[in-house]
């Protein structure tokens, strides 16, 4: 059973990145049951482990991924804007992410942090072409884990 | 990680929240550390970067110091 749900780790993994590049949407749990025509009970299983390895998170308090960074799964003021399509990170890093994920053109909005208002990065053929503002660790990086939503 | 307009922004933040600044990248050195750690996510054969890894990657972009400590 354990190395089964190993098993079918791979492929959920597989299923949920690539879902989210073609989509910008990241998948659920019933979701990629029915697309790997899996149990959801044992998607959840392999989803848990993946998130023990810290390749996604899941969400608080709940079975949903919140992330499969870099792709954020719900509305965040990180938006991505590549290949046609809108996507969403996690934070500034994971945004740039989207773009080096896809290996695409992309435009990044994001808001200051302190006063809201919008900046624009702009990646062009791998290079980053357009920047505005600086980016912020506030948390150390041996801390990351310790709150992941925070930081 | 989040983006400021400039460092004014950045200690205000921080000042409400009764918190030091933690350490500043500029965006391209976001953008290197983003391609660094994610351009292969994708890939079947992705795996999670080892610490020795990551530490070569935050070094390779001036990321180096207490702060940027993946061991402690």
């Known amino acids: 059973m354990g190395s089964d749900i190993e098993a079918l780790g791979f ?15 990241v998948p659920q749990p019933l979701q990629i049951a029915r697309a790997l025509r899996r ?19 899941m969400a608080p308090n709940g079975g949903d ?14 938006r991505v804007h590549a290949a046609g399509k809108r996507y969403w990170g996690t934070c500034a890093w994971d945004a ?21 208002s919008g900046m624009t ?12 503002g600086i980016i912020h660790f506030a948390v150390p990086a041996h801390h990351w884990w310790d709150n992941i939503g925070f930081t | ?27 391209e050195q976001a ?10 996510k994708l890939k079947p054969e992705w795996r999670r970067p080892t610490v020795e890894e990551a530490e070569a990657l935050l070094a390779s972009i001036g990321l180096t110091g ?7």
């Open chain 2, 31 to 40: 953008w290197q550390l983003a391609q660094g750690w994610y351009k292969e």
């Open chain 1, 65 to 78: 991924i919140w992330a499969a960074s870099p792709f954020c799964a719900v509305p965040s003021g990180f």
């Open chain 2, 66 to 72: 207490a702060f940027w400590n993946l061991r402690a």
């Open chain 1, 11 to 25: 492929d959920v993994r597989l299923y949920v990145f690539n879902e989210a590049a073609a989509t910008g949407h």
């Open chain 1, 96 to 116: 740039m992410g989207i773009a080096a994920a896809l290996g695409s053109d992309a435009q990044i909005t994001a808001p200051c942090g302190d006063c809201g």
């Open chain 1, 121 to 132: 990065l702009e990646v062009r053929q791998g290079r980053l072409e357009r920047s505005e």
């Open chain 1, 39 to 57: 149990s959801e009970a044992e998607v959840r299983a392999a989803l848990q482990i993946l998130a023990e390895g810290k390749t996604l998170i």
């Open chain 2, 1 to 27: 990680m989040l983006l400021f307009r400039d460092e004014a922004h950045v200690d205000r933040w921080c000042g409400v929240r009764e918190m030091t600044r933690g350490a500043l990248l500029t965006p």
